[in-house]
């Protein structure tokens, strides 16, 4: 399996421009997580997703902030517009409910966001 | 909310030695469950060692094994026989449901 995929892995972009990052859980996986890593916050969960349906979205900071999951293979998540403070590095991750008893999460290599 | 606290930012340890990593959580839950990723500098998460928290027994792989003090709140990761692939960052995390909450995570270095 070629575990999770996240595209692109690396975005510069400009303030005020619209950024979408993309990911492609593991096949099979009922789950999907968008998690943030910043220096001073460290990894946070933004939003997960079980079947497509989104169940918590309590930790997307702002409105500028979307994700969707159209359909089990792939997911987005916008910034729109971009700041500088939405620089980091973005995860992706999945996981198959029952798959063992703690549902282990896999995470993609993440995207580097750096809004200029 | 739950939270996860790692007091070491840093933490360093010769090739071959020991070295325990500290890890607190707060919840009121009984039933959850507690990780240790390593996050080399490729960044990718990497899962370590696990510890479902109705199970008494301390787990263990390979040279990491983990010390669970359930009433304490406690978790802390043990690696033995250091070797210059582990050092990376190390963040404990908490889960219950399908929520993780990590820690800040502490850097480990390793001397040879």
Same mark, same amino acid.
């Given at each position: 399996?070629?575990?999770?995929?996240?595209?692109?892995?690396?975005?510069?972009?400009?303030?005020?421009?619209?950024?979408?990052?993309?990911?492609?859980?593991?096949?099979?996986?009922?789950?999907?997580?968008?998690?943030?890593?910043?220096?001073?916050?460290?990894?946070?969960?933004?939003?997960?997703?079980?079947?497509?349906?989104?169940?918590?979205?309590?930790?997307?900071?702002?409105?500028?902030?979307?994700?969707?999951?159209?359909?089990?293979?792939?997911?987005?998540?916008?910034?729109?517009?971009?700041?500088?403070?939405?620089?980091?590095?973005?995860?992706?991750?999945?996981?198959?409910?029952?798959?063992?008893?703690?549902?282990?999460?896999?995470?993609?290599?993440?995207?580097?966001?750096?809004?200029? | 909310?739950?939270?996860?606290?790692?007091?070491?930012?840093?933490?360093?340890?010769?090739?071959?030695?020991?070295?325990?990593?500290?890890?607190?959580? !707060?919840?009121?839950?009984? !039933?959850?469950?507690?990780?240790?990723?390593?996050?080399?500098?490729?960044?990718?998460?990497?899962?370590?060692?696990?510890?479902?928290?109705?199970?008494?027994?301390?787990?263990?792989?390979?040279?990491?094994?983990?010390?669970?003090?359930?009433?304490?709140?406690?978790?802390?990761?043990?690696?033995? !026989?250091?070797?210059?692939? !582990?050092?990376?960052?190390?963040?404990?995390?908490?889960?219950?449901?399908?929520?993780?909450?990590?820690?800040?995570?502490?850097?480990?270095?390793?001397?040879?």
């Amino acid at each position: 399996d070629a575990g999770v995929i996240q595209s692109p892995r690396h975005e510069v972009t400009e303030m005020g421009q619209e950024v979408t990052l993309r990911c492609k859980p593991i096949s099979g996986h009922d789950y999907l997580f968008w998690y943030r890593q910043t220096m001073m916050r460290g990894l946070e969960l933004l939003i997960y997703f079980n079947n497509n349906v989104p169940i918590d979205d309590s930790g997307m900071p702002e409105d500028r902030f979307s994700a969707k999951m159209p359909n089990a293979s792939f997911s987005t998540l916008k910034i729109q517009p971009s700041e500088p403070r939405d620089s980091a590095v973005y995860f992706c991750a999945s996981s198959l409910w029952g798959l063992s008893s703690y549902n282990e999460q896999f995470f993609g290599p993440g995207t580097r966001l750096t809004v200029l | 909310a739950q939270t996860v606290t790692q007091s070491q930012p840093e933490m360093s340890v010769q090739e071959a030695e020991t070295v325990t990593l500290s890890c607190t959580y !707060d919840t009121s839950e009984s !039933d959850y469950y507690l990780f240790w990723y390593k996050q080399p500098p490729s960044r990718q998460m990497i899962l370590v060692i696990r510890q479902e928290a109705y199970k008494q027994q301390n787990a263990t792989e390979n040279r990491f094994s983990v010390n669970f003090q359930k009433a304490a709140k406690s978790f802390s990761l043990k690696i033995s !026989d250091s070797q210059l692939g !582990d050092a990376a960052m190390y963040f404990c995390a908490y889960k219950r449901s399908e929520k993780l909450v990590f820690g800040k995570g502490t850097k480990l270095t390793v001397n040879p």
